[in-house]
C-alpha cells in the first residue's frame, strides 16, 4: 500500500500564522517560510527544510495557539528520573488521532485537562481515496478540526504529521513532545482490508507490528518512563468453547499450575498484527521494564461525544461501508437509506460491543491509573455482547419506531469463522476502575438511526454489500472501477 503514494508538494507558511515545526514553548526562532513534504516509500515521510540541507528534520505542527519564542524553564511532568508509584501522567501522545477513536479520544484528553498531542500520516483519509469510499459524516481536515477546537475551548492540541514506521520522525516527535503517555491507535484497523489482497496484507501486517515496535523502541530510548496504552482488539482471542478471560488464564497440566497468556485465534491478517504486537509489548514490558496496557476493544458503535457536539467541524467519522464498516453502525444506515440488513451466514456471531462514549472514557481510567514498571496490563473493552442477528432484531424494532420499513437478508459469509458458537468473555477490571458504561438503549439507537437519516443522501448504496472474500484473497492488486 505505501509504494502507491509517490509524491511532492510545498506548504506556504504566511509570516502571520505559527510555523510549523516545534511545539509551542520549543520554538527558539522563526523557522523557513517554505517546506517541502518528501514521500517515497512510506506516505508523509518527514518534513525537510528547502534550505539548509544539513538542518534535522523538522515535524509538521498545527495549531491556532500564538507563537512563544522562548522555552519554559520548567521541568515538564513524568520525567524519566521519577520512579515513583504516586507519578501521573499529565502529557498524551495520541498517535492515529485523526482516525475514528483517536480522534474522539484525542478531544476528550484535552477536555479533561491532559496536554494532548496527535501524531497521524492521515493515511485512513488517503485509503478511503483509493478504495472510492466515504465516511457518511462529513469531516473538515485535520487542521481546520484543530483550529475550531482551540476557538471553542481555549485548548490547544499540537499536531505532528508523520509516519511512525519512520524512527526518525517519531524519535524527533518522542524529543519534541516529550510524552509522559502513549495512546496508540496507529494501525491499520480493518479485517477486510487486510484481505483484499496480498499488497494490504502486507501493509497492514508491516504498518501495525513495525510501527508498534518503534513507538516500544522509542519508550525505551527516550521516555523510559512513559505509559504505553495500546489498542488491541477482542478479536485477538477467536470464540473459543470456553470462557475467556481478561489477559491470561490459570491452567493446570499434568499436576503443575502456571497462569499463562490466553489463547489466541486470530481470524484474519489485521488480527494475527495484533496478537504479534502483544506478544511484542509483553516481551519489552518483561524484558526493559517498559509499563502498558493493552486495550482489547470489542467492536465501536455511535458517533457522537461531548466534545465532537461541540461543532459541526468537530464531527467525528462513520463508516457504513464493507471495508472499514461496523456491524451495528452499518446495520443503522442501511435501514435509514431502506436497504436490508445484510446478516452474514447463521448470524449467530456473537461479540462485544461498545459505544464509542465508553471507549474514551476507558482510555482515559487506563492513563489515569498507569500500570507500574515491567507490567502488561490485559483489559477486555466492550460492556455488552450481541449476536448479529440480535443486533438485526433490535435496528429492526427501532426503525420500525421511526417509521422505516427494515428487512433483513441472510447472505453467504464472505468471512472464515463459526457462524455458531459460544461466547463469555469476562469485562471486569475497567468496571473495578470506574467504567459507568452507555448500555445499548432504544433511545441511544433512535439517536444513531435519526443520525444515520439526516446524513442517508451521502450514502452510497453501491459500498454497502461486502466485496472482500477471506477465501479469494490473491496477489493481484484490487483496483477501484471509475464508476
Not at 181 to 188: I, L, P, R, S
Not at 260 to 273: D, V
Not at 348 to 356: E, M, S
Amino acid at each position: 500500500m505505501a509504494h502507491l503514494l509517490s509524491t511532492s508538494f510545498s506548504i506556504k507558511i504566511s509570516s502571520s500564522n505559527r510555523p510549523f515545526g516545534q511545539p509551542l514553548n520549543q520554538v527558539r526562532a522563526t523557522l523557513p517560510n517554505s517546506f517541502t513534504i518528501k514521500t517515497s516509500k512510506l506516505p508523509f515521510k518527514r518534513l525537510v527544510s528547502k534550505g539548509d540541507r544539513e538542518r534535522k528534520s523538522c515535524v509538521v505542527l498545527a495549531t491556532a495557539a500564538p507563537v512563544s519564542k522562548e522555552v519554559s524553564a520548567n521541568p515538564r511532568s513524568g520525567s524519566d528520573g521519577s520512579s515513583s508509584d504516586s507519578w501521573k501522567p499529565q502529557r498524551v501522545m495520541v498517535i492515529g488521532g485523526d482516525g475514528y477513536c483517536g480522534w474522539a479520544t484525542a478531544l476528550h484528553l484535552s477536555n479533561k485537562g491532559y496536554e494532548v498531542a496527535i501524531v497521524d500520516s492521515l493515511v485512513r483519509r488517503l485509503m478511503d481515496h483509493q478504495l472510492g469510499l466515504d465516511s457518511l459524516t462529513p469531516i473538515s481536515s485535520i487542521h481546520n478540526r484543530l483550529r475550531c477546537w482551540k476557538a471553542i475551548t481555549g485548548k490547544t492540541i499540537e499536531l505532528y504529521i508523520g509516519d511512525i514506521c519512520d524512527f526518525e520522525f517519531l524519535s524527533e516527535t518522542f524529543n519534541s513532545f516529550e510524552p509522559d503517555a502513549v495512546v496508540h491507535f496507529g494501525e491499520q484497523r480493518s479485517a477486510p482490508y487486510s484481505m483484499i489482497d496480498r499488497s494490504r496484507a502486507v501493509f497492514t501486517q508491516k504498518n501495525n507490528v513495525i510501527g508498534t515496535l518503534n513507538v516500544l523502541f522509542a519508550i525505551k530510548e527516550f521516555r523510559e518512563q512513559c505509559h504505553l496504552v495500546k489498542l488491541g482488539t477482542m478479536g485477538e482471542y477467536g470464540t473459543p468453547n470456553i470462557d475467556i478471560e481478561e489477559g491470561y488464564i490459570t491452567i493446570t497440566h499434568n499436576g503443575r499450575t502456571d497462569t499463562l497468556p490466553y489463547p489466541k485465534q486470530a481470524s484474519s491478517f489485521y488480527h494475527l498484527s495484533k496478537v504479534h504486537d502483544s506478544n511484542n509489548i509483553a516481551f519489552t514490558c518483561k524484558a526493559w521494564g517498559i509499563r502498558a496496557t493493552d486495550l482489547n476493544q470489542g467492536v465501536v458503535y455511535g458517533v457522537k461525544t461531548d466534545e465532537t457536539s461541540m461543532h459541526e467541524q468537530l464531527c467525528n467519522r462513520l463508516d457504513y461501508d464493507g471495508v472499514f464498516g461496523t456491524a451495528l453502525n452499518r446495520f443503522c444506515v442501511q435501514a435509514a437509506v431502506g436497504h436490508p440488513l445484510t446478516v452474514y451466514g447463521k448470524g449467530g456471531q456473537t461479540r462485544g460491543y461498545l459505544d464509542i462514549r465508553d471507549t474514551v472514557q476507558c482510555v482515559e481510567l487506563a492513563i489515569a491509573n498507569p500500570a507500574k514498571p515491567g507490567e502488561f496490563r490485559v483489559f477486555n473493552q466492550f460492556t455488552e455482547q450481541f449476536s448479529v442477528n440480535e443486533l438485526s432484531s433490535l435496528v429492526t424494532k427501532a426503525g420500525k419506531k421511526l417509521g422505516l420499513d427494515v428487512q433483513t437478508i441472510s447472505m453467504p459469509n464472505p468471512r472464515v469463522e463459526a457462524e455458531e458458537h459460544y461466547y463469555n468473555a469476562k469485562h471486569t477490571k475497567l468496571i473495578e476502575l470506574g467504567l459507568e458504561p452507555h448500555l445499548l438503549s432504544d433511545s441511544l439507537l433512535d439517536s444513531l438511526l435519526n443520525f444515520a437519516i439526516e446524513f442517508k443522501d451521502r450514502v452510497d448504496t453501491k459500498q454497502i454489500m461486502p466485496s472482500v472474500s477471506w477465501k479469494k484473497i490473491g496477489v493481484k492488486p484490487h483496483t477501484v472501477p471509475a464508476n
